[in-house]
């Protein structure tokens, strides 16, 4: 069952230039539970994917369909993550973790349970009660995510989620993060310009073209392996490298 | 006897230390040497006191006003006006702020009329003031609050535009409403800036209080201070000057404070590093 669904998306932004038209017809559907990867060259339009789905930003023509229901506006079914974790810094990592549903007045004793829950079982329960500068970076990519994961959205967007971080440590969250997602049985839609990331870390690899984007091909990655087994058996460098090659095309 | 040994953490720690106190001392020593020649020339005659009073007559006046009681109603009188026309200010200008923030639109139109009114020298508006709320006290309150409200307004602003981008994004992903972009993220990114500006704000309040009084008091130190130069009593004038400077320093302490205890709210909290 596809949980988030995109059909003939087109999207132009007017400015005071002229008009730029930044996706031409995107279609590719994500089922549930599935971690999609979104490649493509630099500026052709992934983060506007991303704003599309979430609401942020009208398409111009197409659908976009969330769990059957047509995406109009921001409905607050979608968990964002972005590149940087955006932790609120006058606040403490529990109260963080909470603006989700303070936001969506969900703030009940239940819910708190379960965002403590979360910070437990990914191993950040005893920091519920620090500031966000007292975390390093992966932990604090990991509030973030667990953030998000706390109003139950039905789909997660992920726009370069580890960016910001040095490549050892990207590896460590990319992983654990993927960990958390496939736990949790969340669907994700994930944004990187870095081919070899999406290919250890996702279900299915969308690459689309240069701007204005449409899907040039969707590859499926192996499902039973871990992100270190694709990268230590080989599988992540065959499946990069076939990307690679669609992406000179 | 046993030579203490330090490590070279600790003997960075005392050369900061060393470091702050050579400046302390530099500054009360400068004050000191400036009081101290200041006496010292008026009291061999390089200084005419009619003129430029000197520091122990300055110190004989206070112990004069303060024996006969007046003073410290003067001192109330102008301290009340600053405060009312500071806490206007504030709150006025954070509103209108706040309203601005929230409409693009007004926020584009009002624009240039900030910039005018800013630049605008406000003891021009003195006159209308006077016709507008009469020559008493209201009218020295609405000129610290002429002065302050613009600063505050633009200051302020600023400060709420300044929220980082991805905050707000982030909230507009969970379905915020603006309001609820406000309180969660605007708000509580501006106010280092809502504390910067009370800094300021307590010196201007001081000017407008002071200008106001210059035009239409009966009391206060702005009072004393036409008084004194009217009737030529420039020690008068110099304590009162004194005076003012001890009151504004004091605010600004306050406000200081304030800023400080915000800051360090969390400090035991922050202290720790987890990695």
Not at chain 1, 32 to 61: Q, Y
Not at chain 1, 67 to 87: E, F, H
Not at chain 2, 226 to 232: A, I, R, T
Request: charged share 20%; aromatic share 8%; with cysteine.
């Amino acid at each position: 069952m596809e949980m988030l669904s995109l059909k003939d998306v087109y999207l132009s932004y007017h400015t005071a230039e002229g008009e730029t038209e930044a996706l031409a017809g995107v279609t590719f559907g994500v089922e549930k539970g599935e971690f999609v990867a979104l490649v493509g060259p630099s500026g052709c339009g992934k983060t506007t994917v991303l704003s599309a789905v979430c609401g942020l930003i009208p398409i111009t023509s197409g659908s976009i369909t969330l769990d059957g229901k047509a995406v109009s506006a921001p409905s607050g079914n979608v968990g964002y993550m972005l590149q940087r974790d955006t932790l609120f810094e006058w606040l403490t990592i529990e109260k963080n973790v909470w603006l989700g549903l303070k936001v969506r007045k969900m703030l009940t004793e239940e819910n708190k349970r379960y965002a403590h829950s979360l910070l437990v079982k990914y191993g950040l329960g005893e920091f519920a009660r620090s500031m966000p500068e007292q975390l390093s970076g992966g932990m604090r990519q990991r509030v973030a995510l667990i953030r998000t994961l706390a109003f139950r959205p039905k789909v997660l967007l992920l726009d370069e989620p580890f960016s910001a971080l040095d490549y050892q440590t990207r590896i460590d969250v990319g992983d654990s993060v993927t960990e958390i997602i496939k736990q949790e049985g969340v669907t994700a839609l994930f944004v990187t310009h870095d081919v070899t990331e999406a290919c250890a870390l996702a279900d299915k690899i969308v690459v689309l073209s240069a701007r204005p984007a449409v899907v040039k091909r969707i590859f499926d990655a192996p499902r039973s392996s871990s992100p270190n087994e694709r990268r230590t058996d080989g599988t992540a460098n065959d499946l990069t490298d076939a990307i690679w090659k669609e992406l000179k095309n | 006897m046993k030579r203490k040994t330090t490590t070279p953490h600790e003997r960075y720690l005392l050369g900061v230390r060393k470091r702050k106190t050579i400046i302390k001392l530099w500054q009360i020593g400068l004050l000191v040497a400036l009081i101290g020649a200041w006496e010292l020339f008026s009291a061999i005659g390089v200084l005419d006191v009619f003129f430029t009073s000197s520091p122990s007559r300055i110190v004989t006046t206070f112990i004069d006003l303060a024996m006969g009681g007046e003073f410290f109603y003067h001192v109330g009188v102008t301290l009340a006006e600053c405060v009312i026309g500071f806490a206007i200010s504030m709150l006025g200008g954070s509103v209108i702020a706040i309203l601005l923030w929230l409409s693009d639109s007004a926020r584009k139109v009002a624009q240039p009329y900030l910039v005018v009114l800013n630049a605008l020298p406000k003891i021009a508006l003195g006159p209308l003031i006077i016709i507008w709320v009469g020559a008493g006290v209201k009218a020295i309150v609405l000129m610290a609050v002429m002065i302050c409200i613009i600063v505050t307004v633009i200051s302020v602003l600023e400060g709420l535009c300044a929220t980082d981008a991805s905050k707000i994004l982030l909230l507009r992903s969970m379905g915020a409403k603006r309001f609820q972009i406000l309180k969660l993220a605007v708000l509580p990114s501006a106010l280092p800036t809502f504390l910067s500006v009370a800094k300021i704000n307590v010196g201007l309040a001081w000017v407008g209080t002071i200008m106001g009084e210059y035009l239409v008091s009966g009391a206060g130190l702005g009072y004393l201070i036409v008084y004194g130069g009217q009737v030529f009593r420039t020690d008068l004038v110099m304590t009162v000057t004194v005076t003012l400077c001890a009151l504004a320093g004091g605010m600004y302490g306050i406000t200081a404070l304030a800023e400080k205890l915000w800051h360090s709210r969390d400090k035991h909290k922050r202290s720790k590093k987890i990695r």
